[in-house]
């Protein structure tokens, strides 16, 4: 099993920065693809950001392509989401996850199925 924990969240204005980390437990964390999605309030869960169990690809919802930057350090067992030039429509609870198997390399996923273990999410407000 795999516990995620995300953290960095707050209120931050339009053009900011924030940082999102998401801890996680288990030996075989390197074996997992790991994503970032993030639900506003009335809306369904969308994707956000991708990375494959080794960190050598990564994709991005167009929405947030070139201001978002996923990364992981898997001696750390760490996951986190870099996000610039944020703007209000960013709004929206973060959540974390691991893949639903173990992934090889350069594979990355985006769909919500395909992802087993979540973290409990960590609010970011965009705002003036």
């Known amino acids: 099993q795999v516990q995620l924990v995300e953290s960095g969240g707050g209120l931050v204005q339009p053009g900011g920065s924030l940082r999102l980390s998401c801890a996680t437990s288990g030996r075989t964390f390197s074996r997992y693809a790991m994503g970032w999605f993030r639900q506003a309030p009335g809306k369904e869960r969308e994707f956000v950001a991708g990375i494959s169990s080794d960190g050598g690809r990564t994709n991005y919802a167009d929405s947030v392509k070139g201001r978002f930057t996923i990364s992981r350090d898997n001696a750390k067992n760490t996951v986190y989401l870099q996000m610039n030039s944020l703007k209000p429509e960013d709004t929206a609870v973060y959540y974390c996850?691991?893949?639903?198997?173990?992934?090889?390399?350069?594979?990355?996923?985006?769909?919500?199925?395909?992802?087993?273990?979540w973290g409990q999410g960590t609010e970011v407000t965009v705002s003036s």
């Open positions: 996850a691991a893949s639903r198997f173990f992934s090889g390399i350069s594979v990355t996923y985006y769909r919500t199925g395909d992802y087993a273990y």
